[in-house]
């Protein structure tokens, strides 16, 4: 299986600040990886697929980027409704497989 | 609006089995492929499964192969999960998802929790 390994596991931000989320693979996936924000008590909703695109209705402050192993998902201009758990997911390979998730709060 | 509402979670015994269902609506169910991803309490995201339009194709993670079964009805628009020999690793919130490889929308959710 390919690890996915995200990293911070937690994140502390102000308002209006810039926010990075890193996720490295265990192999090359090539671009086969998306992004998802989960809220507390609810479920995931998808940011970013094939590592760049993003979703219709997300906001323009969210954008990924990367390739061969190594991707992030950026948020700029942070605001309070992005507190959330962050995962990525890499579909490149079966079984497909998630990061461990980045808690990012705000400070 | 594309809909994806799941159903028959609960409290289990451990050893027995349950079903759950996922029904869904606004959008032409039999064109896509669904999944089954689960999620233990206040940990990470775990694929269970895939199945494809017209259910020729079934995929699972490995470590679930012999316990869980997907299945789906185009003509009830509703995707299914039998879970059979159930253990507290069991326990988790499990969601439907529509796949285009990557899951474009989930349900709600629904909780399944394995205890005597």
């Known amino acids: 299986d390919i690890r996915m390994t995200q990293s911070p596991a937690s994140l502390s931000a102000s308002l209006g600040e810039t926010v990075n989320i890193e996720c490295l693979a265990s192999e090359d996936i090539y671009s086969d990886l998306a992004w998802y924000q989960q809220k507390p008590g609810k479920s995931p909703q998808l940011l970013i697929y094939n590592a760049n695109s993003l979703q219709n209705g997300v906001p323009s402050r969210f954008s990924g980027s990367g390739s061969g192993t190594q991707y992030s998902l950026k948020i700029n201009s942070l605001q309070s409704e992005d507190v959330a758990t962050y995962f990525c997911?890499?579909?490149?390979?079966?079984?497909?497989?998630f990061g461990g998730g980045t808690k990012l709060e705000l400070k | 609006e594309v809909k994806l509402v799941e159903s028959g979670g609960g409290l289990v015994q451990p050893g027995r089995s349950l079903k759950l269902s996922c029904a869904a609506s606004g959008f032409s169910f039999n064109d896509y492929w669904m999944g089954w991803v689960r999620q233990a309490p206040g940990k990470g995201l775990e694929w269970i499964g895939e199945i494809n339009q017209d259910s020729s194709t079934i995929n699972y993670t490995p470590s679930l192969k012999d316990k869980f079964t997907i299945s789906r009805d185009n003509a009830q628009n509703t995707l299914y999960l039998q879970m059979s020999k159930l253990g507290s690793e069991d326990t988790a919130i499990y969601y439907c998802?529509?796949?285009?490889?990557?899951?474009?929308?989930w349900g709600q959710g629904v909780m399944v929790t394995v205890s005597s």
């Open positions: 997911q890499q579909y490149n390979n079966y079984p497909p497989t």
């Open positions: 998802a529509r796949i285009v490889p990557y899951f474009d929308y």
